[in-house]
């Protein structure tokens, strides 16, 4: 994977870590960032070499949202259509990200703002580093949560806190994040990348079918009734049942070693 400009991509020991690269505009979306981004994703999807995915952000910021330079309705030709926008670039992100069957940790390295808050939490593991801010930015400019927002803070936090958030734009700290169960972990800002960097090496070293086929299951339990959910987790246990690496494990325990995990099929 060849390194661009605005997300900077590194593929190292099972993890490919995605960093956006626009540290100027604290990492504020264009559509050129959204190609890389999405490029990048779906390659590291595919590669087989590829174990787990990390992303995070150069510079004091995690990512700042829509570049609003680039949807300032002053400089619009006609009427902004904001909803192409989203339906363009950011809900194709969105739903790459929760159908990577691979585990996505997120290192949130400073302020995650507008639709930069709704990438991150589109992540299976978000950790932020203890500087880092969560700002539900939208309201302060005359717009709603989008890219996932309104479905992930209400299921994460509930309808009183997402709407506190939602409704005041008032900044959430990492540790009150990770209080209120939004985010895994706030971590000193100094030990972030380390602490993330090692979850992931963690996570590409794991039996990576089943990891994939648990965050699929997780994510079914938000619309599913528990009898549907009884009924996915049979067809996905059988198939997990079905993976070298179940083998492996139960070798592994009966033979009090440690397990190796090849992550294939
Ligand atoms: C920015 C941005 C930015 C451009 C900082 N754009 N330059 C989806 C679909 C379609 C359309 C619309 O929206 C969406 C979803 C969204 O994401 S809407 C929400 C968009 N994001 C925001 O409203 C957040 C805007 N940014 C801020 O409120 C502040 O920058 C935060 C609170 C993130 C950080 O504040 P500070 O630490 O004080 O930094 P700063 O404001 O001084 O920003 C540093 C630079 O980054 C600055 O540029 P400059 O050339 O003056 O140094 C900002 O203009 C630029 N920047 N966010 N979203």
Redesign the pocket.
């Known amino acids: 994977m060849a390194p661009n400009e605005t997300v900077l991509v590194e593929v190292a020991d099972g993890v490919a870590r995605l960093t956006l690269n626009r540290p100027?505009?604290?990492n504020?979306?264009d559509e050129t960032m959204h190609r890389a981004l999405h490029a990048a994703l779906d390659e590291a999807r595919w590669d087989e070499t590829v174990r787990a995915i990390l992303l995070t952000g150069a510079g004091?910021?995690f990512c700042?949202?829509?570049?609003?330079?680039?949807?300032d309705p002053r400089q619009a030709a006609g009427e902004p259509d904001?909803g192409e926008?989203?339906e363009k670039?950011?809900n194709p992100l969105i739903r790459l990200i929760r159908d990577i069957e691979k585990p996505v940790v997120c290192a949130v390295n400073g302020?995650a703002?507008?639709?930069?808050a709704?990438v991150a939490l589109a992540c299976d593991l978000v950790l932020a580093g203890r500087s880092a801010?969560f700002?539900q930015?939208?309201c302060?400019?005359g717009?709603i949560p989008?890219?996932g927002g309104t479905w992930t803070l209400t299921r994460l936090l509930g309808e009183a806190r997402a709407k506190g958030l939602a409704l005041t734009g008032q900044?959430l700290d990492a540790e009150t994040a990770a209080a209120w169960g939004m985010i895994w972990r706030a971590v000193d800002d100094d030990h972030l990348m380390d602490e993330a960097g090692k979850l992931a090496a963690s996570l590409a070293a794991g039996p990576t079918i089943g990891l994939g086929l648990t965050k699929r299951a997780i994510q079914a339990a938000a619309t599913n009734s528990l009898d549907a959910q009884l009924d996915l987790e049979r067809d996905l246990q059988r198939e997990a049942g079905l993976t070298p690496d179940y083998a492996e494990g139960v070798a592994a325990f009966t033979g009090k070693r440690p397990a190796a995990f090849t992550g294939r099929r």
């Open positions: 100027d505009k604290l504020a979306f004091r910021a700042a949202g829509q570049d609003l330079a680039a949807v904001l926008t989203l670039l950011y302020v703002a507008g639709a930069g709704s801010k700002i930015a939208f302060r400019i717009l989008d890219s900044p």
